[in-house]
Protein backbone atom coordinates (compact mmCIF):
# COMPACT_ATOMS: atom_id res chain seq x y z
CA UNK A 1 0.00 0.00 0.00
CA UNK A 2 1.76 3.42 -1.32
CA UNK A 3 1.81 6.32 0.48
CA UNK A 4 -0.88 7.95 -1.51
CA UNK A 5 -3.53 5.21 -1.39
CA UNK A 6 -4.32 5.93 2.09
CA UNK A 7 -7.31 7.31 2.87
CA UNK A 8 -7.00 11.14 3.17
CA UNK A 9 -8.35 11.20 7.34
CA UNK A 10 -5.64 8.60 8.18
CA UNK A 11 -3.21 11.10 6.66
CA UNK A 12 -4.25 14.07 8.43
CA UNK A 13 -5.07 12.37 11.75
CA UNK A 14 -3.75 13.71 15.17
CA UNK A 15 -1.75 12.22 17.67
CA UNK A 16 1.60 9.81 17.24
CA UNK A 17 2.17 7.94 14.28
CA UNK A 18 3.10 4.49 14.14
CA UNK A 19 6.91 4.01 13.08
CA UNK A 20 8.01 6.73 14.37
CA UNK A 21 9.97 7.25 17.38
CA UNK A 22 9.18 10.13 19.65
CA UNK A 23 10.71 12.82 20.73
CA UNK A 24 11.94 13.46 16.86
CA UNK A 25 15.54 14.82 17.24
CA UNK A 26 16.60 16.81 14.98
CA UNK A 27 20.25 18.00 14.07
CA UNK A 28 21.68 21.26 12.75
CA UNK A 29 24.21 22.44 10.44
CA UNK A 30 26.70 25.21 12.65
CA UNK A 31 27.05 26.65 9.37
CA UNK A 32 23.99 27.88 8.53
CA UNK A 33 21.84 27.25 11.29
CA UNK A 34 19.30 25.00 9.53
CA UNK A 35 18.43 21.26 9.59
CA UNK A 36 20.98 18.93 8.02
CA UNK A 37 18.94 18.04 4.52
CA UNK A 38 18.23 22.24 3.88
CA UNK A 39 21.79 22.73 3.57
CA UNK A 40 22.15 22.17 -0.26
CA UNK A 41 19.66 25.34 -0.73
CA UNK A 42 21.75 27.40 1.43
CA UNK A 43 24.21 29.85 -1.21
CA UNK A 44 27.55 28.81 0.79
CA UNK A 45 26.62 24.44 0.55
CA UNK A 46 30.31 23.69 0.45
CA UNK A 47 31.14 25.56 4.15
CA UNK A 48 28.26 23.48 5.23
CA UNK A 49 29.62 20.09 3.29
CA UNK A 50 32.98 21.22 5.31
CA UNK A 51 31.06 21.52 8.70
CA UNK A 52 29.45 18.38 8.43
CA UNK A 53 32.30 16.48 7.65
CA UNK A 54 34.35 17.86 10.69
CA UNK A 55 31.37 17.86 13.36
CA UNK A 56 28.67 15.34 12.20
CA UNK A 57 30.83 12.38 9.62
CA UNK A 58 27.54 9.98 9.65
CA UNK A 59 25.77 12.72 8.34
CA UNK A 60 28.07 13.64 5.86
CA UNK A 61 28.54 10.28 4.61
CA UNK A 62 24.52 9.97 4.09
CA UNK A 63 24.47 13.74 2.33
CA UNK A 64 27.41 12.71 0.26
CA UNK A 65 25.74 8.90 -0.53
CA UNK A 66 22.36 10.60 -1.87
CA UNK A 67 24.47 13.36 -3.93
CA UNK A 68 25.94 10.24 -5.57
CA UNK A 69 22.76 8.54 -6.45
CA UNK A 70 20.87 11.28 -7.71
CA UNK A 71 18.79 10.65 -10.88
CA UNK A 72 20.66 13.12 -13.02
CA UNK A 73 18.56 16.49 -12.21
CA UNK A 74 20.48 19.63 -13.17
CA UNK A 75 21.81 21.64 -10.18
CA UNK A 76 19.67 24.70 -11.98
CA UNK A 77 16.85 22.79 -11.46
CA UNK A 78 17.14 21.71 -7.66
CA UNK A 79 17.99 25.46 -6.51
CA UNK A 80 15.35 27.93 -5.27
CA UNK A 81 15.05 30.35 -8.07
CA UNK A 82 13.59 33.22 -6.07
CA UNK A 83 12.82 34.63 -3.21
CA UNK A 84 13.94 33.50 0.77
CA UNK A 85 17.24 32.40 1.88
CA UNK A 86 18.27 30.81 -0.96
CA UNK A 87 19.48 34.28 -3.11
CA UNK A 88 21.80 35.92 0.06
CA UNK A 89 24.20 37.41 -2.13
CA UNK A 90 27.40 37.97 -0.01
CA UNK A 91 28.27 41.35 -0.47
CA UNK A 92 31.96 42.20 -0.88
CA UNK A 93 33.48 45.28 0.35
CA UNK A 94 34.56 47.89 -1.95
CA UNK A 95 37.96 49.10 -1.07
CA UNK A 96 37.70 53.03 -1.24
CA UNK A 97 39.40 55.76 -0.37
CA UNK A 98 39.45 56.71 3.72
CA UNK A 99 39.06 60.32 3.45
CA UNK A 100 36.80 62.71 5.28
CA UNK A 101 35.96 66.27 3.44
CA UNK A 102 34.86 69.19 5.87
CA UNK A 103 32.76 71.64 3.48
CA UNK A 104 30.61 75.32 4.52
CA UNK A 105 27.89 75.95 2.30
CA UNK A 106 25.81 78.82 2.10
CA UNK A 107 22.23 78.90 4.08
CA UNK A 108 20.33 81.52 4.23
CA UNK A 109 21.60 85.76 4.56
CA UNK A 110 24.38 85.52 7.10
CA UNK A 111 24.06 82.27 7.97
CA UNK A 112 26.11 78.89 6.94
CA UNK A 113 25.63 75.09 7.30
CA UNK A 114 28.98 72.86 7.70
CA UNK A 115 29.04 69.51 5.64
CA UNK A 116 30.88 66.77 6.69
CA UNK A 117 31.39 63.50 4.24
CA UNK A 118 33.04 60.40 4.42
CA UNK A 119 32.81 59.45 7.66
CA UNK A 120 30.85 56.00 6.40
CA UNK A 121 34.15 55.45 4.84
CA UNK A 122 35.55 54.59 8.51
CA UNK A 123 32.26 52.46 9.54
CA UNK A 124 30.46 55.14 11.42
CA UNK A 125 27.07 54.93 12.23
CA UNK A 126 26.26 58.48 10.34
CA UNK A 127 22.81 58.56 12.93
CA UNK A 128 24.68 58.65 15.95
CA UNK A 129 27.46 60.87 14.54
CA UNK A 130 25.19 63.32 14.13
CA UNK A 131 23.52 63.60 17.06
CA UNK A 132 26.83 63.54 18.57
CA UNK A 133 27.74 66.87 16.37
CA UNK A 134 24.30 68.14 17.34
CA UNK A 135 24.90 68.10 21.34
CA UNK A 136 28.60 68.84 21.06
CA UNK A 137 28.32 72.30 18.76
CA UNK A 138 24.61 72.74 20.36
CA UNK A 139 22.77 73.11 17.15
CA UNK A 140 21.29 71.09 14.44
CA UNK A 141 22.12 68.06 12.73
CA UNK A 142 21.35 65.78 10.34
CA UNK A 143 22.15 62.94 7.90
CA UNK A 144 20.92 64.18 4.39
CA UNK A 145 22.60 62.08 2.01
CA UNK A 146 23.96 58.49 1.84
CA UNK A 147 27.31 59.89 3.04
CA UNK A 148 26.39 63.18 4.16
CA UNK A 149 25.94 65.00 7.46
CA UNK A 150 25.01 68.66 7.51
CA UNK A 151 25.43 70.79 10.71
CA UNK A 152 23.68 74.07 11.68
CA UNK A 153 26.68 76.95 12.29
CA UNK A 154 29.95 77.04 10.89
CA UNK A 155 31.54 74.66 13.17
CA UNK A 156 34.28 73.20 10.30
CA UNK A 157 37.27 74.81 12.29
CA UNK A 158 36.45 72.52 15.28
CA UNK A 159 35.91 69.57 13.85
CA UNK A 160 39.37 69.15 13.04
CA UNK A 161 39.61 68.47 16.45
CA UNK A 162 36.25 66.71 17.64
CA UNK A 163 36.50 64.29 15.07
CA UNK A 164 39.82 62.55 15.74
CA UNK A 165 39.46 63.02 19.42
CA UNK A 166 35.92 60.85 19.06
CA UNK A 167 37.58 58.50 16.81
CA UNK A 168 41.03 57.64 17.28
CA UNK A 169 41.24 55.40 14.13
CA UNK A 170 40.82 58.80 12.35
CA UNK A 171 44.17 60.64 11.61
CA UNK A 172 44.09 64.61 11.28
CA UNK A 173 45.45 64.68 7.65
CA UNK A 174 42.82 62.02 6.29
CA UNK A 175 40.34 64.91 6.93
CA UNK A 176 40.19 67.61 4.07
CA UNK A 177 39.29 71.04 4.25
CA UNK A 178 37.49 71.83 0.98
CA UNK A 179 36.79 75.18 1.80
CA UNK A 180 33.39 77.31 0.81
CA UNK A 181 31.33 75.10 -1.60
CA UNK A 182 27.77 75.76 -2.50
CA UNK A 183 25.28 72.95 -1.84
Same mark, same amino acid.
Given at each position: ????????????K????????????????????MP???C #???? #?? #?K??????????????????????G?????D???Q???????????K???????I??????????K??????G???? #?I???V?????G?????G????????I?I?????????????D??????V??I????????
Open positions: MSENSINPAERLLGPREGITYPLLVKYCGNCSIEY #EYYP #EY #ECKAWLEKNLPEQFERVKLEEETDGVDDKKRKRGGKGLMKIKKEEVTKRTLSRAPRGKKSVTVVTLHTF #EDLKAAKFFTKFACSSVTGEDEVQGDVKDDLFDVIPKWPEIDDLEDLGDQKR
